[in-house]
């Protein structure tokens, strides 16, 4: 790394080039360069990226950037070669691998610079850039339309996306994929007369001339991977092969090495390991161009970590399993990977990535695949999995360890064994190996004290000690060893009033200390900038903070959300939805307004976009507007949604019960029938129109009798953890049922409900993400409701347990904890998904009285409405589709 800086690029232009007519600005990625006296750029437009690696953008900055001054471009360029490393490695932003140079040009003389850039830098190279063309296969210069500034709009499920318009009107989403796309209304300018089709790499019909592909496995930017029938040897019936692939340039190290030499160590591993069973056989190894392909043989179709997702844990609690069918069938393929993981170490191999994800099965029986980083003779490459690897490994510390393995193991083990993912963060192998130590206990109590030691043996990071462990596995005693034998348990943390005070004090620190950077911090593109809703921006944060303004510094946090959140109405028109759209973002600018936030710029009227027919749900469709225009004190608009939603046929029965919920958004609050329930009991509660009461208690016991069904046949220990989930599950039905019972007094509601209730207390163990919308945050809200309603302390201590679940999954130690970590979870701040989310949760279990950041609207009947919204809002808002 030779710490680069475009800046100081530009800067030493001085004397080769003027830069006096240009104005620069320096962003976290990007230095943006515009002739001051150039034509205003279109919105869209054909423009280049100029494709580098990180170790020769200087050489390239020299060469490209006196040409794009001279021709008074507007361009931008990797900031640092840091930067250009970061997006090399595809990590983040895979679709932005090799864009070191953004070139947006004028629209009438795209053929002629793109030729002139393709000519300057024939034989300067980079990795391909997957979502464009290329004008010359000697150069690294691309092409694509696309948006030349950030122009968002509402997509599915009331989502920003960027999208670009034609003079027709079409639409095109415009962000930039893995794959090659363009409008239907624009031709493409390096197509000529006589050009049968532009010129462009493409993968060839037969890979290596050998190898026909049949079906892609798994797209990446640093390589697919596909199943492929060997032309030269296929007999019918012959079983396809794997064919990976790695590309040139990608992830490549300050050093100079790219993710082909992974593919060239996996080589040099399997080939070694020839005739061991349990991991593929090497049959091939090729180039094409610049790329090299690995050919084996195929595993399998379905990994561990796919598996476990869809299907639950597969150690229950000897309770659970009175016959140990599941724990033999556990037991044998734990075995079959301890064996296989010991004849790769007696070949002198350590695996180093041994994760669920690369562990497939095939009728039961497990293959580990992906040797890419594995060592063997003195040599292997940098890397890991982070939580399944040791943090050791992964910051390079020391050469590998078989011991790096079995901690590996062991992490495999306890996640397949009780569902819950290790933590991926920066924690210390101590905490990790303790914080997995206690879901155990959480999990099984003392039920399963063998498997217990076998995996705090494991993971202690000893090698005698964790090799003795790992001939337990293989020979399998550690199913029946005594309780005696088991290392001394994890305390559980406690989680008392005062500690349940001082987490969420801890919660709301880290929120207010953290959130600006992410929200307002970013490009002035980003997804961040213009995300004001509910579920995933701005109004979700500020509707939680409004509960806390006693504290430095949420005042002028919330003015800078409500200024955002104006912000992005006036660049993005949302849809109406509630969680996800404009309705959401007016009940937190209302609730600012009423509170005293300034709110510094007028809010844009509601454009034409509206809630269809086609969408429903709460989140973003109509259930979600008619209990948003409840709490704007929108009755007409409420009342007519609620009518519609009567309306449509789809919503009058309980949709079959077919897969789990956990798979299925159709039963769910999020998406499905349980929130349009949810709607129409509040919107009868504020009309009393009798048809509505009617078809909402119709409803309500139809769900209360699948909830009951549900609860019954997911009390398997291997249903997965959404089962309970607030989005899909159980926690948002329960809320229903609960709200039915509330308005209606019907004992079948709050029986159906309270059942709901201990089911998801029961999940709460086997929960890994801390969030409102899937995660714990969410069980444990719903929790705090049915203790406040019910006065049952069984319920309180459930909630209790939801506290703690956060503290076992907790990346800090438990008086400092840290709930969300921002490198391994999206939406980090947000309220479905991070620490918004768990402060509300944390408020409300200590304050029980204190509303939801939503409150449900039938509980304000007794209370003053929000602040209406304007005429002409409400009038959008009430408009058929």
């Not at 390991?273 to 190894?285: A, K, M, T």
């Not at 001394?488 to 001082?502: Q, S």
């Not at 009991?681 to 078809?695: E, N, R």
Request: glycine letters at 10%; a neutral charge.
């Amino acid at each position: 790394m030779t710490h680069w800086q475009a800046e100081n690029a530009l800067a030493a232009l001085g004397d080769r080039a003027s830069l006096s007519g240009f104005g620069t600005t320096t962003g976290p990625l990007w230095t943006r360069v515009r002739p001051h006296e150039a034509a205003p750029l279109p919105d869209d437009g054909w423009k280049f990226h100029i494709s580098s690696r990180a170790a020769t953008l200087p050489e390239l900055a020299d060469r490209l950037l006196p040409v794009l001054l001279r021709e008074r471009c507007h361009f931008k360029i990797a900031r640092s070669d840091e930067v250009l490393t970061r997006l090399n490695s595809g990590r983040r932003y895979p679709a932005a691998i090799g864009k070191a140079v953004t070139v947006y040009p004028e629209q009438s003389r795209v053929r002629e610079l793109g030729l002139l850039l393709a000519e300057l830098l024939r034989g300067h190279v980079g990795p391909r850039v997957l979502s464009d063309r290329r004008v010359d296969d000697r150069a690294p210069v691309y092409y694509r339309y696309g948006p030349f500034r950030s122009r968002w709009s509402s997509g599915a499920q009331g989502l920003p996306v960027l999208r670009i318009h034609g003079p027709g009107g079409e639409g095109f989403d415009a962000a930039a994929t893995l794959a090659y796309r363009q409008p239907s209304w624009v031709a493409d300018p390096f197509v000529t007369g006589d050009d049968s089709r532009p010129v462009r790499e493409a993968e060839p019909e037969l890979l290596g001339g050998r190898f026909r592909v049949v079906e892609g496995v798994f797209q990446a930017a640093h390589g697919n991977v596909y199943r492929a029938l060997d032309v030269r040897s296929y007999r019918p019936g012959a079983p396809a092969l794997i064919v990976k692939q790695a590309r040139a340039y990608v992830g490549e190290s300050a050093g100079g090495i790219d993710v082909r030499a992974r593919l060239r160590n996996e080589r040099r591993i399997l080939e070694t390991c020839d005739s061991v069973p349990g991991i593929p056989r090497f049959l091939d190894h090729f180039s094409h161009g610049d790329d090299e392909f690995l050919v084996t043989t195929d595993a399998g179709g379905t990994h561990l970590l796919k598996l476990i997702e869809s299907d639950g844990a597969m150690l229950p609690p000897p309770a659970s399993d009175p016959t140990g069918t599941a724990a033999r069938a556990f037991a044998r393929l734990a075995a079959a990977l301890g064996d296989t993981l010991h004849a790769l170490h007696q070949r002198g191999v350590i695996m180093r990535d041994l994760t669920p994800r690369n562990i497939v099965l095939r009728d039961g029986r497990p293959t580990i695949i992906d040797f890419g980083i594995s060592a063997l003779d003195g040599f292997h490459l940098p890397g890991g999995t982070p939580g399944f690897a040791p943090p050791e490994q992964l910051a390079d510390e020391g050469p590998p360890r078989v011991e790096d393995d079995h901690y590996a193991l062991g992490m495999v083990l306890a996640h397949a064994a009780t569902g819950v993912l290790p933590l991926p963060g920066a924690a210390p192998a101590a905490l990790a190996r303790t914080r997995m130590r206690q879901t155990l206990a959480a999990v099984h109590g003392d039920g399963r004290p063998g498997f217990a030691a076998l995996i705090a043996d494991l993971t202690c990071g000893d090698r005698a000690t964790a090799g003795r462990a790992a001939d337990r596995l293989r020979n399998g005693s550690w199913l029946t060893e005594a309780p005696g034998r088991a290392r001394a348990v994890p305390v559980l943390p406690e989680v008392g009033t005062e500690v349940c005070v001082r987490l969420e004090e801890r919660t709301l620190g880290l929120l207010v200390d953290r959130v600006g950077e992410y929200q307002f911090g970013g490009e002035p593109g980003d997804f961040a900038a213009v995300d004001a809703a509910v579920y995933s921006g701005g109004a979700g944060i500020g509707l939680e903070l409004l509960h806390h303004r006693g504290r430095p510094g949420v005042d002028e946090l919330l003015e800078r959300l409500a200024a955002h959140s104006v912000t992005a109405l006036h660049r993005v028109a949302p849809a109406p939805g509630l969680f996800s759209g404009r309705t959401g973002t007016e009940i937190f600018l209302a609730a600012a307004r009423a509170a005293g936030v300034a709110i510094p710029h007028e809010v844009p009227p509601a454009s034409g976009d509206r809630a269809g027919d086609e969408e429903l749900d709460v989140i973003s469709g109509r259930a979600g507007v008619g209990l948003g225009a409840l709490l704007l004190g929108d009755l007409e608009t409420a009342h007519d949604q609620a009518r519609r939603l009567v309306a449509q046929p789809g919503l009058s029965v309980l949709p079959p019960l077919g897969a789990s919920i956990a798979q299925n958004p159709d039963f769910g609050y999020a998406h499905g029938f349980a929130g349009a329930v949810d709607c129409l009991i509040a919107v009868a509660a504020h009309t009393d129109d009798p048809q509505l009461h009617g078809a909402a208690r119709r409803r309500a016991r139809a769900l209360a009798e699948r909830v009951l069904r549900l609860v019954a046949g997911c009390q398997v220990a291997s249903a997965s953890p959404m089962t309970a989930s607030w989005c899909r599950g159980l926690a948002g039905a329960a809320r229903v049922l609960l709200h039915a019972h509330l308005r209606y007094g019907e004992a079948a509601f709050l029986t159906s409900a309270q059942a709901a209730a201990s089911a998801c207390a029961a999940f709460l163990p086997r929960m890994s993400r801390p969030g409102q919308c899937c995660g714990i945050a969410g069980v444990g809200s719903m929790l705090v409701d049915m203790a406040r309603a019910t006065g049952q302390e069984r319920f309180q201590e459930a909630a209790r347990t939801a506290a703690r679940q956060l503290l076992i999954r907790s990346y800090g130690p438990d008086d400092a904890p840290l709930f969300v970590h921002p490198d391994f979870q999206q939406l980090p701040y947000s309220w479905s998904q991070g620490y918004a989310g768990v402060l509300a949760f944390l408020r409300r279990l200590n304050w029980p009285e204190t509303p939801e950041p939503l409150p449900w609207p039938a509980d304000l009947l007794s209370a003053a409405p929000m602040p209406r919204r304007t005429s002409r809002a409400a009038d959008a808002a009430a408009a058929d589709g």
